[in-house]
């Protein structure tokens, strides 16, 4: 029998989803303060806008849905899903103020696609964006890689079992630390580290492209916000293009690959645990899967005859195949000639290593290298149990931080997401082909935005129909939270409407 | 010199500057205008070809030693275009959120997949010709905008002073309410 919702329930959900919104409205002070910084009044007026709305929101559901009580299952995994979507709608506010977005459908898609660090783009005129504004796009993505709740956890929650759930809810489970707070905080330090040392790293390298210092900083900071969160979000319309420097592009590629890897790895690594990263499942599964997929799209490559020596065949290809594997989106070829200069077979290793992604409990997005290893895991015990005899105990394990014994339970749940994000990469695929795109640009767009990529082959455009633009915010949405925290709001709508 | 020396070197050098003249100018005269989505989507056909692009400029100037590059938006996507650093002293304006850039026009040879930069899609400039100087962008501050925000400020003001209101209140209750009584009560 499906129990409708009780007050008590609206109350849970409510009240913690006012401290994650309190928690945004929060992190928008920081482009206030660079609009500040600039001079740019309009921008600061618009920030100042969307923190009021933020405040309004969060303090006004925290005082309505007071409660004591903690977060059950069922809480967390509604709350994760509701509060992305209401940060979603209030964190699009200073985006549509700016006049740089056609509608409020638009200012959401590029919301949705930072936070979920896809970075698919709907924004106009980019090269002419204020700093502040540019700001809060790299700066969303960067708190989406980590996970707006593990913010939100950071500084303004007290409990511990209910936040762990709100953090499971957020498509994370691997617990650095004994305390879900002392995790998040973990996560935090990890990735403000990097960001020091990447950021300074793209500085000089801007620096040697030829830029002022002050944009070298600037550029900096917000490539390796794009690049660490593996959303590709980039200050200028070309991407990475725009510098025409290989060094930066090498440095891009050491970050996104390190933001691709689960943080319990990084956190194993960081005390010194070195054979981690060569054992491990999941780098095991990546580095096989990007060899692959880069034989692939080389291949094609050269039957296209699409570049004209091997060394800068392989530079484009890499960067691309690792880009999109590690689900970052950054690029460094123009989105139509993955139509028009690569050949099919090239495109297919592209599709192929987006819809892998990168780590489980990472800023990677796609099925993750975990799942990919324990299914091929489980194809090899199945093999080798038929030729076995029937009386024989075919033991298979597999490592990820520790020796797991592969059970039935692992590899039932890692069909199960498999199985879901296929059902998206088709959802968006046929909505393309539905309204008239071909099949090339409809599938490759459309993995991108389910496995949170953002390479796109020129189809994602302010110019595609709304319904599309929705298909694919709700698809960048359910594959960033790996499906069943939306699942669990949906029961709970239903729930709502159904239930005694 | 004798004067028929003289009339002789003249003549070599006018005849020499003649075809220098005569083999620039015709190929940059018949140089297309072409659109970045042209070049992107029939990237084949005008491969190494000569081409007119037109567009403004943004961003930075990334001097590399003789050469530079610049970035050159024509509305529609932005192409890299690598030229000798002298092409650029004219330009004055790069476009960003204060400054629309100078609106140039670029003859150069197009690379579908550049053999000197790593495959990349460019133009070599040869020639760079300012269409029209750029300007500062006006940003003034929209007066509704201002009044919106005011008004909004004051209403978080007013409920942050409410909610810290009733967390003050909040132990007293609890206190009470632990009591089973309150002040007034008796």
Known sequence: ?500 | MSSRKLILFLITALSALSIITLSSCPAQATARLLSSDTLLCQSKQWDRQLVRFRGEVIGDIMLRGTHCWINVNDGSQALGVYCPTELVKPIRYVGDYRYSGDIVEIIGTFHRACPQHGGELDIHAEALKIIRPGARRPHTVIIPKLYLAMSLFSCTLLIMGLYLYRKRLKPRRNKWESRGSRPGDN
């Open chain 1, 1 to 500: 029998m499906l129990l409708r919702p009780h007050k008590n329930d609206y109350k849970i959900i409510g009240y913690y989803t006012g401290k994650i919104i309190i928690g945004v409205g929060l992190v928008m002070v920081v482009p206030l303060l660079t609009s500040l910084l600039f001079a740019e009044w309009d921008p600061a007026l618009d920030f100042v806008i969307g923190i009021c709305a933020c405040f309004i929101t969060g303090l006004g559901l925290i005082m309505l849905c007071e409660t004591d009580r903690d977060l059950l299952w069922m809480h967390g995994m509604v709350t994760a899903a509701f509060s992305w979507a209401l940060a979603t709608l209030l964190g699009a506010i200073p985006h549509y103020l700016s006049g740089h977005f056609l509608s409020y459908l638009d200012a959401c898609f590029d919301i949705m696609s930072g936070y979920t660090t896809t970075g698919l783009v709907l924004i106009q005129d980019l090269d002419h964006v204020s700093h502040g504004l540019n700001m809060w796009r790299h700066l969303l993505t960067y708190l989406g890689g980590q996970g707006m709740i593990v913010v939100a956890i950071t500084f303004l929650f007290k409990g511990t079992a209910g936040a762990y759930r709100l953090y499971v809810g957020e498509g994370k489970d691997e617990r650095l630390m004994p305390n879900v707070i002392q995790t998040a905080r973990a996560i935090w330090m990890i990735s403000l580290t990097y960001l020091a040392v990447g950021g300074a790293m793209l500085f000089v390298a801007n620096m040697l492209a030829g830029m002022s210092p002050i944009r070298s900083l600037l550029h900096g900071l917000w490539i390796f916000m794009g690049s660490w969160s593996t959303g590709g979000f980039a200050p200028q319309t070309q991407n990475l293009l725009y510098y025409h420097s290989p060094l930066v592009e090498f440095i891009t590629i050491i970050i996104f690959v390190i933001g691709s890897y689960n943080f319990a790895l990084h956190y194993s690594v960081w005390q010194g645990n070195y054979h981690e990263v060569r054992r491990n499942i999941e780098t095991v599964s990546f580095s096989t899967t990007v060899t692959i997929t880069c034989i692939l799209s080389f291949l094609g490559l050269m039957q296209a005859f699409a570049y004209p020596n091997v060394f800068a065949l392989l530079r484009r290809c890499f960067y691309q195949i690792v880009s999109a594997h590690t689900t970052t989106g950054n690029m460094t070829v123009y989105a139509v000639q993955f139509v028009n200069h690569w050949n099919l077979l090239a495109a297919i290793g592209i599709m192929i290593a987006m819809s892998i992604g990168g780590s489980a409990c990472s800023t990677a997005g796609g099925i993750k290298g975990l799942r990919v290893g324990i299914l091929f895991k489980a194809l090899i015990n199945d093999i080798h149990r038929i030729f076995s005899p029937d009386s024989a105990v075919i033991i298979q394990k597999f490592h990820h931080i520790r020796d797991v014994v592969l059970e039935d339970r692992h590899v039932r749940a890692a069909s199960l997401i498999t199985i879901s994000y296929m059902g998206i990469y088709l959802l968006g695929a046929v909505v393309g082909l539905f309204y008239g795109y071909p099949l090339l640009p409809s599938l490759f767009d459309s993995i991108s935005a389910g496995s949170n990529s953002g390479l796109s082959c020129g189809l994602t455009c302010a110019a595609m129909p709304s319904v599309m633009k929705m298909v694919y915010i709700f698809m960048m949405w359910a594959g960033r939270l790996e499906f069943m925290s939306i699942f669990a709001l949906l029961g709970f709508i239903w729930a709502q409407a159904k239930g005694r």
